[in-house]
């Protein structure tokens, strides 16, 4: 592919012609993203925490291309990883150790015992994995906890990670049990952790996480700072709510402020979704208008394959037709071609939708190219990081030789 010769003004919302140029450039189905959407949802955060105890962690679970973790810490933003191996993308894209959050969830303990080797902050979800590292490292190296405050919170009960059914943290009923592991160990815990789920649009879902903090913060004499964990909702469609965050500000630092335990602890986040979600767009062409009794379909070169949230969340993303944005509008229903039912969008009123028709799908930054597959033996899309106003390929579209990459061939 050649390199885009073409540049773009700075803006916050690529435009229906930078986007049809992008796509008429590297081709279709194609993920885009805005290199300085990130940096304004970086800095809405920054501006709103106005004090120097606020710390964020982009949850890079969201979007690992390398050039994207590149530019999140060249912004200031420190990272969040689930996995090792997003320790080690992190680490490879420059961040310092001190600025590489690891949360395990589930796993075994050589990946913490790695982890550590790395010199990352550490956060252990499980007394099982406590008692090992205390075993290992007393009071060595210090270590936060993870702990699962039993409330419902998130747009999904599938991203929901805070209620009493969910796999997620150290239920705090198990407090006693908890504080005894670090005292017959001598652990040093430094961090508390907290996260409820996503999507959250409401503040107080965050404060009644930190009311039980607040109750259990006492217990923990070395604290340094409590994570909230993340989960900021964004606006999928017109109209839609999305989370305050000046609001959330101000409420979530007066009550720090006022509790004698926590008004000198750091407060840390970890927005995912928050930073990458509306910086990115995915392109897709129509290959062919299927009419039916029960509806006019729109099969794309795309599938579950390249964006699976609709189906796996049930997730709504905007569509557009930029082939056509003044035609009818009629319903249509976007289908992918796996086959398996992949439907983007059921009867979905639109401008008419044509064959070879390119169609975006916005809020693609997040969970899109990240929970892609091969599926169907099909190939995954290009990315492409448009910053400073100049588009560049991070990513390049598979071939055949990708499908065979790891295959040992006798």
Known sequence: MKTAFFYFRMTEQLSREQLLQLANEFGTPLYIYNADKIEIQYNRLTSAFKNNKTRFFYACKALTNINILKFVKSIGCSVDCSSINEVKLALFAGFEPSNVLYTSNGIGFEEIEEAQSLGVIINIDSLSNLKKFGEKYGSSYPVGVRLRPNIMAGGNLKIATGHDKSKFGIPVEQLEELLQIITHYQINITNLHMHTGSDIKDADVFLRGIEVLFDIVPHFPNLTSIDLGGGFKVAYKEGDSAIDIDNLAARVMAAFDNNEHTKNLEIWFEPGKFLVSECGYFITKVNVIKETAAATFAGVNSGFNHLIRPMFYDAYHRIENLSNPDGEIKEFSITGYICETDTFAWQRPMNEVREGDLLVFYNAGAYGY??????????????????????????KRDNFEDLLSGQIID
Not at 370 to 395: F, T
């Open 370 to 395: 990240e929970m892609s597959s091969n599926y169907n033996s099909r190939y995954k899309p290009a990315e492409v990081l448009v910053r400073n106003g100049k588009p560049k390929l991070i990513r």
